[in-house]
């Protein structure tokens, strides 16, 4: 990756590798899941805190079968081990289900996928019967070898007990002096243990990445599956190439999302919303019948029915918008509730304040909510109109039906159904004369 972050702690989907497949065993309901780790272990295991995982140090890396000899000692006997890769994203529990299957009737079983072009990849070889009897590693294969386009994915499912005797013999006698897992294969047949092969259907759902332009394409493979079930399910996508859901993103009917969105996060959009071009929406929820305007961003809000944002609007953690408000372009609402036909249409801040019914913001208008060192509240009651180019200096309060002319620096509270303002005296001075320029020698 050519990157001082461990690979597998590079996202997709806005997730890190390894937690899409500590997710898939999760899912498999897996009792027990080791990881073993090397370079940038520190770094994994901070990254992945939040899994119940056993971690396992490999000092030295010498190779597959090392890797998994390294965790062999805290696995029962009587277990089943499902050996994964931390690179390989989009791993699903539908195609491991069968392995673990096969390997509770004591089989060994192997992920194995047909491919075009198998370079690079270790080739299955079969016997004159199809079976499987061994694997064998691209720069140890003959040509002949290297001609097979079955290719094994690393992917396998065993016994423990049975795992932790081939183990036990592997060596290291082979062109990259590393201790290949894939040796044990051919130890099961030697030993008429069935070996079974199952193909995965899909290429992609047992791809590794190595660099970046893999995962790039592997982004846009997972991206374009979340578009399909978004439009299965009923949502209109202007172009479903260009949308990233990076999280879960669940809609109600008739929901329409134009190019060039994220999704980031626990995102709820209800019946009727529309989302329009260069949004960015984290963990919010988005009322029926709602607009978001182009580019705006919204960030642990939450917006009732037919509320409009945007464009270029910012909505940050603890905004609420109730029915039918309205907040413009470059304005910024955080911590705040607007009330019910409520508007702030034009260049203003809100934070830390409660705006009750059918209140106007006037453009440029900002909270002054935080002195420093704390922050405090801004409380304006319904109907109140606050002039443009005003400055609320919190703690205060606008009682309702206030009006508060423009330009004013309110910093005292405002009785109700007054025109409370606050301006300097405005003077002009007719023997005034406008700097000039010297002129250049």
């Not at 050519?2 to 997710?23: C, F």
């Not at 439009?231 to 990233?244: F, K, S, T, Y």
């Not at 182009?294 to 609420?320: M, Q």
């Amino acid at each position: 990756m050519r990157s001082a972050l461990p690979k597998v702690l590079h996202t997709l989907a806005g997730k890190p590798l390894l937690h899409h497949v500590l997710d898939a065993t999760q899912a498999l309901g897996a009792s027990d899941v080791h990881v073993v780790i090397g370079h940038g272990a520190a770094q994994v295991q901070n990254q992945c805190a939040e899994h119940a995982v056993q971690w396992v140090v490999q000092e030295q890396q010498l190779g597959t079968g090392h890797a998994v000899a390294q965790a062999l000692p805290s696995i029962p006997d009587h277990g089943l081990v499902l050996v994964l890769y931390g690179d390989v994203p989009l791993i699903d529990p539908t195609t491991l289900q069968p392995l673990v299957k096969a390997a509770s009737e004591g089989k060994l079983a192997l992920l194995t996928v047909l491919l075009d072009d198998p370079s690079g990849y270790g080739r299955i070889l079969r016997d004159e019967q199809d079976a499987v009897i061994g694997i064998v590693e691209q720069k140890d294969a003959t040509e002949s070898q290297r001609a097979i386009c079955e290719i094994n994915t690393g992917i396998l499912a065993v016994p423990a007990a049975r795992l932790k005797q081939w183990i036990a013999r592997l060596d290291n006698q082979n062109s990259q002096g590393e201790f290949y897992l894939t040796d044990v294969v051919s130890m099961a047949a030697g030993e008429a243990v069935e070996v079974v092969a199952l193909h995965a259907d899909d290429p992609v759902r047992v791809e590794g990445i190595n660099d970046r332009a893999q995962l790039a394409r592997l982004e846009r493979v997972y991206q374009r599956r979340q578009a399909d079930v978004l439009m299965h399910e009923g949502v209109a996508l202007a172009d479903p190439a260009r949308i990233d859901v990076r999280g879960l993103l669940r809609c109600g009917s008739d929901v329409f999302i134009d190019i060039n969105c994220v999704f980031e996060g626990h995102v709820v959009l209800g019946d009727g919303v529309t989302i329009e071009a260069g949004c960015v929406l984290r963990d919010c929820q988005i009322g029926s019948n709602s607009v978001v305007h182009p580019y705006s961003v919204i960030e642990g809000a939450t917006l009732a029915s037919k509320v409009s944002v945007g464009p270029f609007a910012r909505l940050r953690p603890g905004a609420r918008l109730q029915a039918g408000s309205r907040v413009g372009n470059f304005v910024e609402v955080k911590n705040a509730e607007v009330g019910e036909g409520s508007k702030v249409n034009h260049l203003s801040y809100v934070g830390d304040a409660r705006l009750g019914k059918d209140v106007n913001i006037g453009a440029g208008t900002i909270t002054c909510n935080y002195d420093g060192a704390n922050k405090h509240h801004t409380e304006i009651g319904d109907r109140v109109f606050v002039g443009s180019n005003s400055a609320l200096v919190a703690p205060v309060t606008l009682e309702a039906d206030a009006t508060i002319g423009a330009g004013s620096v309110i910093s005292k509270d405002a009785p109700p159904a007054q025109l409370t303002l606050s301006r300097a005296k405005q003077v002009s001075l007719p023997n005034w004369k406008r700097p000039q320029k010297k002129p250049k020698e």
